[in-house]
């Protein structure tokens, strides 16, 4: 049977004091026998706090019997929030609560949580984890985390009559906080303590079978958003099959891309098979556009003209822009992709760089399409010199830089082939890596020089178009793909 006392002390040992203000989050169950109850532990906070400090508690998602008793008190004061209320008891209680439904997010500024880390106040854990851990709710919103939604709206009654209102930023369904736990736990107090089990900025206790964290509000938000802003994603699950933190990711990368120059797209082959795999499989990376290279197998070339039709029209239904179709030989006549490019309304066709380039330029120009060429089985050398020629013609051809076509014949794609000779020409970079022998490699991961080239279009502002290469196939999901992108991206 755990009494009053044994709280009282254990609180102290956490370093709670007369004078100050904590939200407490808690699981009565958690203690084992408690003498008198939920009572007897809001007693014990009372008797630590004096009526000089404030004991606050969230009135909202899973609520339990010390919540019931502090919202019951004859001293309660309740903050007027239809989402994300408190009730507090204690000499700062009336200013913590004070219009918390006038803040303009749910749980950031003039909100009883950010006043009470302002205050000094703590954050209380008392047998349950980070997850209901509301605070941590505060520096998402204050991250305005691109993956935040905007609530329905709520009608209420407030002292100046009845209001509507929704809050934009309002934290979302699954998120993982339980691994912020170690770094609050680790993190060296101020005074610099050493590293240990008590060490860091968040204490730990144990009452009954609790175990009781406690950390300063102000210490948790500035660690947290350290966290946030070195990665978003910071509180997003790993779990694959975890659909709500899939989507929130997407959300993530889709608010990354939209602030790069470049314009990503994926190839159709690598994203998927069949049209509805490569619709959801994009949607899950955050990812607006497809070059149409392969489906179900079949180069885009060699598509009967309906069949092209119909595939282009079902990726735009799915929410996906054609980016462009490319294909893997120019065959006997570049006229007649060219011309069913324009007939399903796609603006831009690649084709390998060969011997009838002048003739593809042409149609394109017939048409009113962008023409792209990439590299295959020349070398930087005859490429350039190709390029050039046509351009002493009087042609203005775009070219589509595929550093695992150089690779393979043995160059240095950046060092020798980008910076020497092609970058004047370059309108799209293939994302993808392979081994000097062909050997197809996760990017970075090969002798493509892949990071150095996204690195210099990235510093050059570059407006083209980064294409994640059908070469990636073998890889991982188009999802963990794009996982290592960004993963480039946020290390240059
Ligand atoms: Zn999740």
Same mark, same amino acid.
């Given at each position: 049977?755990?009494?009053?006392?044994?709280?009282?002390?254990?609180?102290?040992?956490? @370093?709670?004091?007369? @004078?100050?203000?904590?939200?407490?989050?808690?699981?009565?169950?958690?203690?084992?026998?408690?003498?008198?109850?939920?009572?007897?532990?809001?007693?014990?906070?009372?008797?630590? *706090?004096?009526p000089t400090g404030t004991l606050v508690v969230p009135t909202f998602g899973a609520l339990g019997a010390i919540t019931d008793v502090v919202k019951a008190h004859p001293k309660a004061v309740q903050s007027l929030h239809p989402l994300a209320g408190v009730a507090a008891i204690g000499a700062k209680a009336k200013a913590i609560c004070r219009d918390h439904w006038q803040a303009e997010l749910a749980h950031e500024k003039d909100t009883p949580y950010m006043r009470l880390a302002e205050l000094g106040g703590y954050v209380c854990l008392l047998g349950v984890d980070q997850d209901r851990n509301t605070m941590l709710h505060s520096v998402e919103e204050v991250l305005r985390l691109p993956y935040l939604k905007t609530t329905a709206a709520k009608t209420f009654d407030t002292p100046g009559g009845k209001v509507t209102k929704a809050w934009p930023f309002f934290p979302g369904p699954h998120r993982d906080f339980i691994g912020l736990d170690r770094m609050f736990r680790e993190s060296l107090p101020a005074s610099g303590g050493a590293l240990g089990d008590q060490g860091g900025k968040m204490k730990i206790v144990r009452i009954g079978h609790a175990v009781v964290r406690l950390i300063k509000g102000k210490d948790l938000i500035a660690l947290a958003l350290e966290a946030g802003r070195q990665d978003p994603a910071f509180v997003l699950c790993a779990n694959p099959n975890c659909a709500d933190c899939v989507a929130q990711r997407a959300d993530l990368w889709r608010a990354r891309f939209a602030g790069e120059s470049f314009c990503l797209a994926a190839s159709t082959h690598l994203a998927g098979r069949y049209v509805p795999e490569i619709i959801e499989q994009c949607a899950r990376a955050g990812i607006h556009g497809v070059e149409l290279d392969v489906l179900e197998g079949e180069p885009v070339e060699l598509m009967a003209a309906d069949k092209l039709?119909?595939?282009?029209?079902?990726?735009?239904? @799915?929410?996906?822009?054609?980016?462009?179709?490319?294909?893997?030989?120019?065959?006997?006549?570049?006229?007649?992709?060219?011309?069913?490019?324009?007939?399903? @309304?796609?603006?831009?066709?690649? *084709?390998?760089?060969?011997?009838?380039?002048?003739?593809? *330029?042409?149609?394109?120009?017939?048409?009113?399409?962008?023409?792209?060429?990439?590299?295959?089985?020349?070398?930087?050398?005859?490429?350039?010199?190709?390029?050039?020629?046509?351009k002493d013609k009087g042609w203005n051809p775009g070219f589509t830089f595929s550093a695992t076509g150089f690779a393979r014949l043995g160059e240095k794609p950046f060092l020798g082939s980008y910076k020497k000779k092609l970058r004047r020409f370059v309108d799209q970079l293939d994302v993808e890596d392979c081994l000097f022998d062909g050997t197809p490699q996760p990017i970075a991961h090969g002798n493509a020089e892949i990071k150095e080239l996204i690195s210099i279009l990235q510093c050059a502002s570059f407006e083209g178009r980064l294409v994640l290469g059908a070469g990636n196939r073998g890889f991982g999901s188009l999802h963990e793909i794009v996982g290592r992108f960004v993963g480039l991206l946020d290390a240059m």
């Open positions: 049977m755990i009494q009053q006392a044994e709280i009282e002390k254990e609180l102290k040992t956490a @370093g709670l004091k007369k @004078g100050d203000t904590v939200i407490l989050h808690s699981s009565l169950a958690s203690l084992g026998q408690v003498a008198g109850g939920a009572e007897t532990v809001v007693n014990a906070f009372l008797r630590v *706090l004096n039709m119909a595939t282009v029209a079902a990726l735009r239904e @799915g929410k996906l822009e054609v980016t462009a179709l490319r294909a893997r030989a120019v065959g006997a006549k570049p006229s007649v992709l060219i011309e069913r490019a324009r007939g399903c @309304g796609v603006t831009r066709v690649v *084709l390998p760089l060969a011997e009838r380039a002048e003739e593809a *330029l042409a149609a394109a120009k017939d048409q009113g399409l962008a023409l792209s060429f990439y590299n295959t089985m020349f070398d930087s050398e005859q490429t350039s010199a190709m390029l050039l020629r046509l």
